[in-house]
Nanobody, 126 residues
């Protein structure tokens, strides 16, 4: 069974940085496309970033492009999201997710994700 556990959320001042981690247990982490999503209460879940398993290709939502960096450490079965220049609009619950689907980078945003973490709250104060 695959389990994902996010950490690193908390309170950040606007303009500051945050780093989220997602520890993945179970087999085959290195073969998953991994993604970060976020949800604001009352709104739909939003794609943030994703990273492929084979070449580590990445893709980002326009809202975080240039401010966010997604990375993975396959030896540690861990996914990361580094974000700089944080904005109040970044306030949300952040979820990591794993996909067993095959696809190109263009599909990372829309491909089905099979496993999800429980989320970690990030609050950016103005």
């Amino acid at each position: 069974q695959v389990q994902l556990v996010e950490s690193g959320g908390g309170l950040v001042q606007a303009g500051g940085s945050l780093r989220l981690s997602c520890a993945v247990s179970g087999r085959s982490f290195s073969r998953y496309t991994m993604g970060w999503f976020r949800r604001v209460p009352g709104k739909e879940r939003e794609f943030v970033a994703a990273i492929g398993w084979l070449f580590g290709l990445t893709t980002y939502a326009d809202s975080v492009k240039g401010r966010a960096t997604i990375s993975r450490d396959n030896a540690k079965n861990t996914l990361y999201l580094q974000m700089t220049s944080a904005k109040p609009d970044d306030t949300a619950i952040y979820y990591c997710a794993a996909s067993e689907s095959a696809g190109t980078r263009e599909h990372y945003k829309t491909m089905p994700y099979d496993y999800w973490g429980q989320g970690t709250q990030v609050t950016v104060s103005s």
